[in-house]
């Protein structure tokens, strides 16, 4: 055990919940009326039947500490010895309520009728979780090696060094690394090095095709932020903060988060607030580049896919970043017969693994009964394979079709835009001179 490890206590959790305790947080348990709506839009829950799922119970360790010391009524309550004390048990049991089920997807936080946003809630709970010493063992060793190694996985750059030896031997192109002064640093994701080396090779001959510059660093290529997944801060910002250095080395105008949705998040919306500062460039996710390179006529395809293909929104893309008509904007170049979900963009059901849950291998049962949501919804248009923009998601789709028996390929979009390219003539060569 660490020495971190070993100072980990109740008193600190208690600590931690407190400073996590804003005004918004306070205003969101405020105005809660305890209608259970959440609860409908939760798939664990729904498809557990089980009422501990209910999203606003989840809460209840830091609405216990917010009520005894920050209203009124919590502090009479304590004077007459009734309050609801936070203990160690009670953080053990709570453990599974907010890493095994709950993928931060935020779906709770779009149905509240009064407003409030319980994935954020949640979030800041994990931060007291962490320090009281109850947060799971896959997501501990994920930081552990985040910081120690750069990647959740473990993941060197050795190992990517590899890769893009296979995707320039293959494609007879080269993948920059470490190129000042390129328009976009190109991060990526361990699972998509690992699981989908194909994606590498898509983004290489996409911004070949379009003259995009671009370049991996060797100093900082993961995009995955296990800080944020666990809930520490400090581990969190540490991993921004590389990310950050690397760019200003580099000196580029642009970051590209990969497909990983909660990558984008991480990256995107909490870096800034994580490290005090603004950044000196701008962060994408790929979809939202390869957007723009369509709507500038700078990507050309041909051919379309025949196969009747439909969408899985990552939540963090679509349903907290708004990133919903771009990706479909792609599928028209290269989708003949595309239909949506029912409930699609920020409607969207989780597929169950994000936010940290994929990492926690004690939650594999409760992720594949979360899936039933997405199955459903997948039976319902019956396509003939499926399409998604976040190695996550795609991991827990293929898992979770092969769980069910359903033969439905999944395949990432940036991969089916690469295929459909219109390869370029060769330059002519001059005339010989008489």
Known sequence: MSAQESTLSLERGLAAFRAEIDAPTAAFFSSCVHCGICAQSCPFYLETGDPKYTPILKLEPLRRVWESEFTLWGRIKRLLGLEQKVTDEMLAEWEELLYDSCSMCGRCS????VGNDLAYMIRKTREGMVQSGHAP??????????????SPMGLQWKTLAVQIKHVETS???EVPVDKAGAEYMVLLSSMEVINFPEYLEAITKIFHHAGVTWTLSTECFEA???????GNKDIAAQLVERVVAAAEKLKVPKVISPECGHAFTAIRWEGPNLIGRRYPFRVFHIVEVLEELRATGRIKTEGKEMDRLSMHDPCNLARKSGVIQQQRNLMDLVADNFVDLEEHGRYQWCCGAGGGVSS??????????????????IEQVEPERM???CATCRTQLEEGLEEFNMDI?????????????VEKEPAPEEDAKA
């Open 110 to 113: 779009m149905v509240c009728p």
């Open 137 to 150: 063992e896959g997501l501990i060793n994920a930081s552990i090696r985040a910081i120690t190694t750069g």
């Open 171 to 173: 494609s007879g192109l």
């Open 387 to 389: 399409v998604t923009m």
């Open 409 to 421: 390929p999944v395949v990432g979009l940036t991969e089916m835009i690469a295929d459909h390219l």
């Open 224 to 230: 995955t932020n296990a800080g944020i997944q666990i």
């Open 360 to 377: 926690n291998e004690r939650a594999e049962p409760l992720k594949m009964a979360a899936f039933k949501r997405k199955k459903a919804q």
